[in-house]
């Protein structure tokens, strides 16, 4: 039986830390992405691909901030689309020039993917999530006042707007996204979380300046395509206890309890390891065989186990 995949690539993969994020550079980096991700297609997986968003809406928000009193600024939610569909642009033809070198005949498609969150989630009502420029404690009152933004100290004289970050409830458009994959379209979906919406005292749809957990998102969408594998693409090789101290220690296999267990000893971090093992764990516990977290240079050593991270939902395999 063919076999199902969701891959989670983080925003870093295309534009990382450090480089001006122009599109000449995030498409050199989609390509050399998707060298790996081919290895999926030669071994024949049905494949679902989301993607992060950090640095896109970054620079979306920016540009905002520069042009606001020439052009109306667009709702959070607005850019999540927005960057939903650029980056699909960018990974489709990517993907779609890899597959004519190994003379594939498979179609990728975007999708652009609403996500429901829960209209009483308590990150509504207290944002948390920073997001966009830095500003100076003097330039806060302004921009509140201006732009109705709520903002936080995140540093020393460093502010930054907070947003929400609800759960993902419902991954939208899920029987569409399934029935094309299990098909063998390429679909990528939920990029960036995906579009936060919740339902009106109307029960209709309604937009939210919000972000979404993609890792999260990710893991729901893999049940909802009934994937075997969970790959969650970051900026590290793999998961380590104690990591960046001089006792760091790589974690080649272990299994949800373990997880769990390392967890609650304070090893993974809420902003950047902490929501990847949670996804991983919410994603084997509701079906999944396996979970890998890796970057996208070891993408094909970890689908044999010989790199990256990958936890079980309650055994290992003998090797």
């Not at 829960?118 to 330039?139: C, L, M, Q, V």
């Not at 995906?194 to 979404?212: F, Q, R, S, T």
């Not at 075997?228 to 990591?243: A, C, G, K, R, W």
Request: aromatic share 6%.
């Amino acid at each position: 039986m063919t076999k199902t995949c969701l891959i989670a690539l983080g925003g870093n993969a295309l534009s990382p830390k450090g480089e001006a994020g122009t599109i000449a550079q995030q498409f050199l980096h989609t390509r050399e992405s998707m060298v790996e991700i081919m290895e999926f297609v030669r071994r024949k997986y049905n494949i679902c691909l989301t993607h992060g968003n950090g640095p896109q809406v970054g620079h979306e928000l920016l540009r905002m901030d520069l042009t606001h009193d020439v052009v109306p600024p667009l709702p959070l939610g607005v850019c999540v689309a927005g960057t939903q569909g650029t980056i699909g642009y960018m990974i489709q033809q990517s993907l779609q020039n890899a597959l004519r070198d190994d003379k594939v005949d498979r179609e990728v498609v975007t999708l652009v993917t609403q996500v429901r969150v829960k209209e009483n989630d308590p990150s509504i009502s207290n944002p948390t999530k920073f997001i966009g420029k830095r500003y100076s404690k003097n330039e806060v009152e302004a921009l509140e006042k201006k732009f109705g933004w709520k903002m936080k100290k995140q540093e020393v004289d460093q502010w930054r707007r907070v947003v929400p970050s609800p759960d993902p409830d419902y991954v939208m458009h899920g029987i569409s996204i399934r029935t094309l994959v299990e098909k063998g379209t390429i679909v990528l979906a939920a990029g960036g979380g995906g579009i936060p919406v919740y339902n009106d005292k109307n029960n209709k749809l309604e937009g939210l300046d919000a972000v979404i957990d993609k890792d999260l998102t990710a893991a729901k969408l893999g049940w909802v395509i009934r994937a075997q594998e969970f790959y969650i693409i970051t900026d590290v090789d793999q998961v380590y206890l104690n990591y960046k101290t001089p006792q760091q220690e790589p974690i080649r296999e272990m299994t949800i309890a373990t997880a769990k267990r390392y967890e609650a000893e304070g090893h993974f971090q809420k902003g950047s390891m902490g929501p990847k093992i949670r996804a991983a764990v919410h994603f084997l516990k509701h079906g999944g065989s396996k979970a890998v977290i890796t970057n996208i240079q070891n993408v094909t050593k970890a689908m044999k186990s010989q790199a990256g991270t990958t936890i079980f939902p309650a055994f290992m395999p003998k090797a």
